[in-house]
T-cell receptor, first 115, second 117 residues
Framework: AQSVTQLDSHVSVSEGTPVLLRCNYSSSYSPSLFWYVQHPNKGLQLLLKYTSAATLVKGINGFEAEFKKSETSFHLTKPSAHMSDAAEYFCVVSDYGGSQGNLIFGKGTKLSVKP | GAGVSQSPSNKVTEKGKDVELRCDPISGHTALYWYRQSLGQGLEFLIYFQGNSAPDKSGLPSDRFSAERTGGSVSTLTIQRTQQEDSAVYLC???????????????FGNGTRLTVT
């Protein structure tokens, strides 16, 4: 069965410094992987997705993620944090087994950005 | 075009009352999902619809929870005899088709914040 683990529940960075949000997954198949962002009092918005094409995926707002099969990781990065990046981020794996309607969500990482 | 719409945005109810939460998906989206997000928790899957049928109800936490979808469009999530532990944000999402291979990402509504007093 597929699963996803977000290694940090909370990450705090200073504005202008790099962001790293970690995600590890387990999957019996070639997975599809996603990162979603949730700003306060809003629904989730797709940041980027990996679907077995290029292993380095670029998303919106300057974020990118690299699929590393050998490490079963899909970490989210951004070179320089902006105050508007403060939000909660969810790593998601597509479950081909049919449970949970195909998507397994991580527990989320809350990103704080200090001025 | 319009996104996923949920109503009400906020609902305060007394313990023991029934509540109905509504979701209007994006037109043409056949797949519809309900999730629950409690304070400090991730997303908890509740139920998934493909068209009007619900092939996966595995996430409904008790028989007080039910959901239906009519006309392949609007869905309602009903919670009977609400309890304080039902307090959470209920999120609805839709996609063009069942999410396989990442070609049909989810589009989320802003959620309904339910508070049971």
């Amino acid at each position: 069965a597929q699963s996803v683990t977000q290694l940090d529940s909370h990450v705090s960075v200073s504005e202008g410094t790099p962001v790293l949000l970690r995600c590890n997954y387990s999957s019996s198949y070639s997975p599809s992987l996603f990162w979603y962002v949730q700003h306060p009092n809003k629904g989730l918005q797709l940041l980027l997705k990996y679907t077995s094409a290029a292993t380095l995926v670029k998303g919106i707002n300057g974020f990118e993620a690299e699929f590393k099969k050998s490490e079963t990781s899909f970490h989210l990065t951004k070179p320089s944090a902006h105050m508007s990046d403060a939000a909660e981020y969810f790593c998601v794996v597509s479950d081909y087994g049919g449970s949970q309607g195909n998507l397994i969500f991580g527990k989320g990482t809350k990103l704080s950005v200090k001025p | 075009g319009a996104g996923v719409s949920q109503s009400p945005s906020n609902k305060v109810t007394e313990k023991g009352k029934d509540v109905e939460l509504r979701c209007d998906p994006i037109s043409g989206h056949t797949a519809l999902y309900w999730y629950r997000q409690s304070l400090g928790q991730g997303l908890e899957f509740l139920i998934y619809f493909q068209g009007n049928s619900a092939p996966d109800k595995s996430g409904l936490p008790s028989d007080r929870f039910s959901a239906e979808r009519t006309g392949g469009s609007v869905s309602t999530l009903t919670i009977q005899r609400t309890q304080q532990e039902d307090s959470a944000v209920y999120l609805c999402a839709s996609s063009l088709e069942r999410v396989i291979g990442g070609n049909s990402p989810l589009h989320f509504g802003n959620g309904t914040r339910l508070t049971v007093t």
